[in-house]
């Protein structure tokens, strides 16, 4: 890994070069888990079908604008997220590892855990609330509305509004549900890839370069999703919501159950893998490319005693 700075600046980019061709997805991802919020399955609309004929409706009605609402304040919440995932999780496990197990090189798939889970709740927090911002623009659509609307100008205006109307607590709404997702969901990205990698090394004598990262980032993105999309759905839902709908994680968690059954967690499970195994793919693949980059920026530019002490 190159420095922690480095690490964040490398994973942020390369984030951002995933989200652009994965927001899409997400879009319906988000109105999808919204679509027939807290009605009985026989009354629940399904405007948004799938991924495809969800992006193709969004499209059709809405246009490109449509499909790409919310990218500015996804740009900004991955550069944290990803950021603080790829900065802090070597740092974190190196840590633990030294004082566990004296050498830092051994590894442990509890502390490797621990670590991605760390280093995810740290990015969720200091992302959540563009994230927020991002789940209410997404959701808006005049079309096809799904769960409460908000009718943000664009990520300015829409914390500007939600500060006016709630003040801090209102930007960092639902954050507790988001620090829970995105734990559970880093908490087995950089691990699971990192396994994966390991053992296409080992058992199949793959070499370091693109294929070996995609095939590695393609088995973590498919972990990633499983494990995270119950979370997901309830964060999508108390990021929505509009005065005290839900109490907190577990009564968004009972609600939804009760009124819609199990399965409702898992609304929009779809365009999420299809979300989730190309972001994870691309961003897992760039970062190894940025961070090589900033490996060699970095070499030009910090003093050796700085770099030996990183």
């Not at 050498?103 to 927090?125: E, H, K, R, V, Y």
């Not at 911002?133 to 939600?162: C, E, W």
């Not at 070996?212 to 999508?236: K, N, R, W």
């Amino acid at each position: 890994m190159s420095t922690t700075l480095g690490a964040f600046v490398a994973g942020g980019i390369a984030a951002c070069g995933a989200v652009t061709a994965t927001h899409p997805f997400e879009t319906v991802k988000i109105r999808m888990q919204l679509q027939g919020e807290l009605q009985e399955k026989g009354l629940q609309p399904r405007a948004y079908k799938g991924p495809f004929h969800g992006v193709s409706v969004i499209v059709r009605h809405e246009g490109l604008k449509g499909i790409y609402r919310g990218i500015g304040a996804a740009y900004i919440y991955q550069m944290l997220l990803n950021g603080c995932r790829l900065a802090f999780y070597e740092p974190i496990r190196h840590s633990l590892t030294s004082v566990i197990y004296t050498d830092p090189t051994t590894q442990s798939l509890g502390i490797n855990i621990f670590a991605g889970a760390s280093s995810g709740i740290l990015g969720a927090a200091a992302g959540s609330p563009f994230f927020l911002v991002k789940t209410r623009l997404q959701s808006f659509s005049p079309f096809a509305p799904v769960g409460t609307q908000h009718a943000y100008k664009n990520a300015a205006d829409g914390m500007r509004q939600i500060f006016k109307a709630e003040g801090v607590p209102g930007l960092y709404r639902g954050v507790g549900a988001a620090m829970v997702r995105t734990g559970f969901g880093s908490s087995v990205q950089l691990p699971t890839y990192f396994f994966a990698k390991r053992r296409l090394v080992k058992h199949l004598g793959m070499d370091e370069g693109p294929a070996l990262h995609l095939a590695s980032s393609t088995a973590s993105g498919f972990v990633v999703c499983c494990v995270m999309h119950p979370p997901d759905t309830i964060m999508s839902r108390m990021y929505n919501q509009d005065g005290n709908l839900y109490k907190g994680i577990f009564d968004c968690l009972a609600k939804t159950v009760k009124t819609e059954g199990v399965l409702a967690i898992y609304k929009g499970f779809l365009p999420h893998l299809a979300r989730i195994l190309p972001h994870t793919i691309l961003t897992l693949s760039l970062a190894e490319q940025t961070n090589k980059l900033m490996r060699k920026f970095e070499a030009k530019v910090l003093p050796s005693s700085i770099k030996n002490n990183v």
